[in-house]
């Protein structure tokens, strides 16, 4: 199958005269997308967040989700179509149906399940705060100071958790990890809150840098989001994950692109991404 990255604005398509799978016939596999031309399923997801969604030498989709879509394509003999989008673009589009699923390892919380359907979950993220190493913070009990500025990445969930459990911080919001990073290295900010895989990779970017595990933190599970128009779609997604799960998919995945992350997390006692679903 190829994969490949529409860019700017697409046309709305889904998946249509597909192969009969698992006791669905062609037409109920056709109907049961949101958007239906030509055999396509398009995925949307933010290419910005190495190694589960990013780009290669080519400007290619790989990593996590790529390779997950890739399966829950070829389980329905599809052609998997990309779709490079911003963060806060990736829920308006599924609603829009200029994609039909969003695998982007995207947090289930009460506020998106709102306006989008959830999959099972296929994964669980902590949160670590990334500080310097001569800063105010020194562990997690450091958080109820006074006085400290946080630096979030808008629409994350390390934001919507500071935002629901540390009123006395103010918080940066900005767009990107990078940026983030940057205001706290510059001492504009206490800490960045974010997954630990992308704390660790920081820290061995910046001297002068810590990570900080936070045990207060319930891990939150990652899921596919669907149109909530589009429920026969998402239970053939429940029912192909199922089955990766089965077949070990993610073990797979994790010797592909995360062998030595999962090392590091063990050794720091940090809950694996797939623990669950391995």
Not at 6 to 22: D, M, Q, R, Y
Not at 139 to 145: F, I, N, R, Y
Not at 196 to 216: A, H, R, Y
Not at 226 to 253: C, K, R, V
């Amino acid at each position: 199958m190829n994969t490949k990255i529409l860019k700017g604005l697409v046309l709305v398509c889904g998946i249509a005269g597909l192969s009969s799978c698992g006791g669905n016939t062609t037409s109920e596999v056709v109907n049961s997308m949101a958007t239906k031309t030509n055999g396509i399923l398009k995925v949307g997801m933010e290419l910005a967040y190495p190694p589960f969604e990013t780009k290669d030498d080519n400007g290619d989709p790989t990593g996590v989700s790529p390779d997950l879509a890739q399966a829950f394509a070829d389980e329905y003999d599809a052609e998997l179509e990309i779709e490079n989008i911003a963060w806060d673009g990736l829920i308006p589009s599924l609603q829009t149906n200029k994609v039909d699923v969003i695998i982007s390892s995207m947090s289930i919380n009460e506020d998106r399940a709102k306006v989008v359907n959830f999959s099972d979950s296929y994964a669980h993220s902590t949160l670590s705060l990334f500080v310097r190493t001569d800063g105010k913070i020194k562990t997690e009990a450091d958080l109820d100071q006074a006085g400290l500025v946080g630096a979030v990445r808008l629409g994350n969930i390390g934001y919507y958790y500071m935002d629901e459990n540390y009123t006395n911080i103010t918080l940066t919001k900005l767009d990107n990890v990078a940026s983030c990073v940057t205001e706290v290295m510059q001492g504009k900010a206490d800490f960045f809150i974010y997954d630990p895989l992308t704390c660790f990779d920081n820290q061995e970017l910046n001297e002068g840098s810590s990570v900080i595990s936070l045990t207060k933190y319930d891990p939150q599970p990652w899921a596919a989001a669907f149109n909530q128009s589009n429920t026969e779609l998402l239970a053939q997604f429940n029912t192909f994950l199922a089955q990766f799960i089965a077949d070990d998919g993610f073990t797979a995945i994790t010797d592909k692109y995360l062998s030595e992350e999962k090392a590091e997390f063990e050794a720091a006692g940090i809950e694996w991404f797939f623990d669950e679903a391995e």
